[in-house]
């Protein structure tokens, strides 16, 4: 499976910016052929896809975040970035990489993703104080 190692998680004041990175290894398939998502989980609440970039390179995002989380992926790093800027207190949650071997659009990568399929990282923590 792919191995996906999570950082850049921590607290921030709202309104402040913060980027998450994934960085992955041990992959079966060329990296560039893997979707790739990050999702978030607060405490209480179901786990909720963020934003996604699909093997044919299109975004797509979560209506909450659009407009000020930015989804990319440095293929010669193997690592994804999520940028997150105009941060919230309802941004606070735990932040899971994932990544599908399938040839997926984001927006379907982002619909069907989910714990069971593909491979997750361990989940890194967000932390937006008022």
């Known amino acids: 499976q792919v191995q996906l190692v999570e950082s850049g998680g921590g607290s921030v004041q709202a309104g402040g910016p913060l980027r998450l990175s994934c960085a992955a290894s041990n992959y079966a398939y060329y990296y560039s052929a893997y979707s790739m998502a990050w999702f978030r989980q607060a405490p209480g609440k179901e786990r909720e896809g963020v934003a996604a970039?699909?093997?044919?390179?299109?975004?797509t995002y979560a209506d909450s975040v659009k407009g000020r989380f930015t989804i990319s992926r440095d293929h010669a790093k193997n690592t994804l970035y999520l940028q997150m800027n105009s941060l919230k207190p309802e941004d606070t949650a735990m932040y899971y990489c994932?990544?599908?071997?399938?040839?997926?659009?984001?927006?379907?990568?982002?619909?069907?993703?989910?714990?069971?399929?593909?491979?997750w990282g361990q989940g890194t923590q967000v932390t937006v104080s008022s």
């Open positions: 994932a990544a599908d071997p399938r040839h997926m659009t984001s927006i379907q990568a982002l619909a069907v993703m989910r714990p069971g399929i593909g491979d």
């Open positions: 970039i699909g093997s044919d390179g299109t975004t």
